[in-house]
């Protein structure tokens, strides 16, 4: 079998050299310049997923929703765990929690600026879940369940959602916010908006998460 994985990987490696590159195509090129044109933001990926492929991003944010409602549904009838598993040595504790300092500025430049750049909510909500789970695992569930619960986090992440919905079905009807110069912050329209929201929305979720799992698992 390991000589069936060389003679694949030189295979591939000759039809690597060998064969020529694809010629680029012109139509795709014009494609990318049309999205921008359309969404009045230079990150066409953005423009794809929140103007011209939103009906399909609405579903995505319900489905991410749901999966949060369920691992709280599927865990709620077990027993909470014993024991906690956590970083305790002092090294640790502060290289994790300067890497969530980092992934949660990380986060909010995404958010704010993922329509100008490589970025958007998606990646803004993933930074800012991993900077939360970084403090989780260095600090006490209870007090992390106390900050979750005085700064009300389950009803912003429900009201992030709600407005998300709202926006997008307002911008599918044709409504939209003039997009603005092209390049700069306040530009695109709605599309900075529901950037933020989506990072709201994942970031917020990602704690509701790292919660139950460390309540009913004892780690992340």
């Given at each position: 079998m390991k000589l069936v994985y060389i003679l694949a990987g030189i295979a591939l490696f000759v039809k690597m050299l060998i064969m020529p590159h694809s010629e680029p195509n012109l139509l795709d090129i014009s494609t990318v310049e049309t999205v921008v044109k359309e969404s009045g933001v230079p990150n066409?990926?953005?423009?794809?997923?929140?103007?011209?492929?939103?009906?399909?991003?609405?579903?995505?944010?319900?489905?991410?929703?749901?999966?949060i409602l369920g691992a709280n549904f599927l865990l709620a009838n077990e027993k909470p765990s014993c024991s906690i598993y956590q970083f305790k040595d002092q090294p640790s504790?502060?290289?994790?929690?300067?890497?969530?300092?980092?992934?949660?500025?990380?986060?909010?430049?995404?958010?704010?600026?993922?329509?100008?750049?490589?970025?958007?909510?998606?990646?803004?909500?993933?930074?800012?879940?991993?900077?939360?789970?970084?403090?989780?695992?260095?600090?006490?569930?209870?007090?992390?369940?106390?900050?979750?619960?005085?700064?009300?986090?389950?009803?912003?992440?429900?009201?992030?959602?709600?407005?998300?919905?709202v926006l997008a079905v307002i911008t599918l009807s044709g409504m939209e916010l003039p997009h603005g110069e092209l390049g700069t912050l306040f530009s695109g329209g709605i599309l900075p908006i529901l950037n933020i929201l989506v990072a709201v929305k994942v970031a917020l979720g990602s704690w509701a998460v790292i919660l139950i799992f460390i309540r009913y698992r004892g780690l992340l």
């Open positions: 066409a990926v953005s423009g794809i997923i929140f103007r011209n492929r939103l009906y399909d991003t609405i579903f995505e944010v319900i489905v991410f929703t749901i999966a504790i502060i290289l994790a929690r300067l890497g969530a300092t980092i992934a949660a500025l990380v986060g909010i430049e995404l958010a704010i600026r993922g329509h100008l750049s490589p970025g958007g909510g998606f990646a803004a909500g993933v930074a800012g879940g991993t900077a939360i789970g970084l403090i989780a695992i260095t600090s006490s569930y209870q007090w992390m369940q106390d900050i979750y619960q005085r700064w009300h986090a389950a009803i912003w992440e429900k009201v992030s959602v709600l407005v998300f919905i």
